[in-house]
């Protein structure tokens, strides 16, 4: 059972369930509480018993609740890497403990592959290419320099390099376009709050802000509009997940453009929970298909919108 953030104790007797061990990077987004609800729901529903760790954040919280579960012997290990390094020595000795591993929602630069089985999740360079597109095309015709800020995610994570990446790549194809800050905002809306509230400051002339995640455009709104712009218009707002509250605001035109990453992973990853327990081989890389929101789309989709 379950005991305040983790429940890492000593393994129950065993009742022939599958055992998985899951150590998340914490609760700092919408996205996130997503993705958690996910994972237990579909855990439950697969029959399988899950152990899960909130690591608050932390690599150190991962690693250590990582080797609670080759402790426990658990049958198969997932985790959703905060950063992208530094994993080898505890994917070896997961490796070395016969207990396979499957990545979930963001990959590790380990050189070798066969450290993990898997990596499930979005394909973020595609993400901050998509947004880059969509502006690339939306300023087609300004004559003068668009200047944009940039919120990034979590320093060192997969989704924060890449997303940067893309976007970097697509708008280069305008040199109009125009990175004038570019600052972590963690993923968070106080994050978002606090740095835009700086951008602003520091830029009279900010014509589009690209943040990483929608909780950081979020938090970045209030920014906005307590400095008495009107976001959506004097500053463009391009986001990443399409969580029900950025979806709020893209349909209110508070955000302009929104580039999907789903968080539902929970049913894949059981589902491959069960097959590299069998010992059946699963492709290395699992894409998760994904879109992208104008604010018309967003009007369309949000009375379904699960999360
Ligand atoms: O790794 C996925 C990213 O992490 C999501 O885009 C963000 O909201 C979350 O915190």
Redo the contacts with the bound molecule.
């Keep these: 059972a379950a005991c305040g953030n983790s429940d890492t104790g000593d393994k129950p007797a065993d009742d022939g369930k599958l055992t998985l061990g899951f150590s998340q ?1 914490g609760a ?5 509480t997503a993705n958690t609800n996910s994972i237990k729901e579909s855990a439950t529903a697969a029959g399988i018993e899950l152990k899960f760790d909130d690591a608050q954040g932390k690599q150190e919280n991962q690693i250590t609740a990582i080797r609670n579960y080759i402790q426990q012997k658990v049958d198969v290990i997932a985790f ?1 890497p905060v950063v992208e390094s530094g994993w080898d020595t505890v994917l070896k000795e997961a490796k070395d403990a016969g207990i396979p591993v499957i990545l979930t ?2 990959s590790v630069d380990s050189a070798d592959k066969s450290l993990y089985k898997t990596f499930i ?2 394909d973020f360079v595609k993400e901050g290419k998509l947004s880059g597109e969509w502006l690339v095309n939306e300023t087609k015709s300004a004559t003068g320099t668009v200047n944009i800020v940039e919120l990034q ?2 320093t060192g ?3 924060a390099n890449d997303r940067k990446k893309g976007f970097a790549e697509a708008i280069a194809a305008n040199p109009n376009l125009k990175v004038i800050a570019s600052q972590t905002g963690d ?1 968070t809306r106080a994050g978002g709050k606090a740095v835009m509230e700086q951008f602003l400051k520091a830029n009279p002339k900010i014509d589009v802000l690209f943040a ?4 950081m455009g979020l938090g970045a709104l209030e920014a906005i509009t307590a400095a008495g712009k009107v976001p959506g218009k004097d500053i463009k707002i391009i986001t ?2 399409a969580v029900k509250d950025g979806m709020q605001a893209l349909a209110d035109g508070k955000f302009n453009f929104i580039a999907e ?1 789903s968080p539902l992973l929970g049913p894949q990853l059981m589902d491959l929970v069960k097959k590299v327990s069998k010992g059946e081989t699963i492709p290395q890389r699992i894409e998760t298909e994904e879109g992208t929101f104008t604010p018309e789309q967003a009007k369309a989709a949000l009375p379904t919108r699960k999360y």
Excluded: K, M
């Design positions: 990077v700092e987004s919408g996205w996130r959703s929602d963001r999740g979005s995610g979590t994570s997969a989704p993923f990483h995640n929608d909780d990443i997940d990453c």
